[in-house]
């Protein structure tokens, strides 16, 4: 699948963040949240109210699963409306950081594009601290404008804590084996 342009120039910007001390040494916890399919699961696995009792179907569409260049894909309906958008990874540094895009023309409801970080940093041998941001723009046309600035930022928050909480979890009750 063709990449595409990469979404440049946010405009109307936001930026979100989220950290979590995870009793679990940093190398483990990068490795868990490296795999696209665990940081997805709050879109891609169960139905759920900020989800409208949807899901996504996520697609890794270059041979390698990780590092700058890999793409997913993640497509579905909501409300009826039809999602499709591929992200590609554009920053890595193995063990510690990994930021990843929209590209082309995301087809979403109240946010047009975004940017996402993952970092794992250590805070002792058998702890770290993780942190997942999103930097995204608002949708340009009208009504989705609109609805964008009222649910974006809460969605965005909501996406943010699914993910940092899910992992803590996974993690610290063992059922990660990165």
Known sequence: MPCGSIVSGFDAMSTLSRSVTIEAPAERVFAYVDDI???ARHMSESR???MMGSKLKLEIMTPEPTGVGA???YSGRMMGLTIDFSETVTKYVAGREKVWRTIGKPELLIIAG???RVLAEPVSPTSSRL???IDYE???PGIWRALGWALAGAYSRWCLT???DGSKFDLEANRASP
Request: hydrophobic share 40%; proline share 10%; net charge positive.
């Open 162 to 164: 699914r993910m940092v």
């Open 138 to 140: 608002l949708p340009r």
């Open 71 to 73: 793409v997913y894909r």
């Open 114 to 116: 975004y940017e996402m």
């Open 131 to 133: 942190t997942i941001s």
């Open 48 to 50: 759920s109210m900020p």
């Open 37 to 39: 399919r665990n940081l």
